[in-house]
């Protein structure tokens, strides 16, 4: 992951993450394929300070 997670008010925090859309290559063809209907921009949110 190359995102820093944003501190937002009190204990919420968001954190910005990306799965590639571009075809995996050499020993990761064809793998993880259960991933590829959540491939795109996504945001993951906490409201523990992180805990979660």
């Known amino acids: 992951m190359l995102n820093k997670p944003i501190v937002l ?3 919420e925090c968001v954190l910005p993450v990306y799965l590639n859309q571009v075809p995996a290559f050499g ?3 064809d793998v993880f394929r ?5 491939r795109g921009a996504h ?3 906490s409201t523990d300070a992180g805990q979660t």
């Not at 259960?34 to 959540?38: A, G, N, S, T, V």
């Open 9 to 11: 008010s009190g204990d």
């Open 27 to 29: 020993l990761f063809r």
């Open 34 to 38: 259960e991933l590829d209907p959540l």
């Open 43 to 45: 945001m993951f949110v």
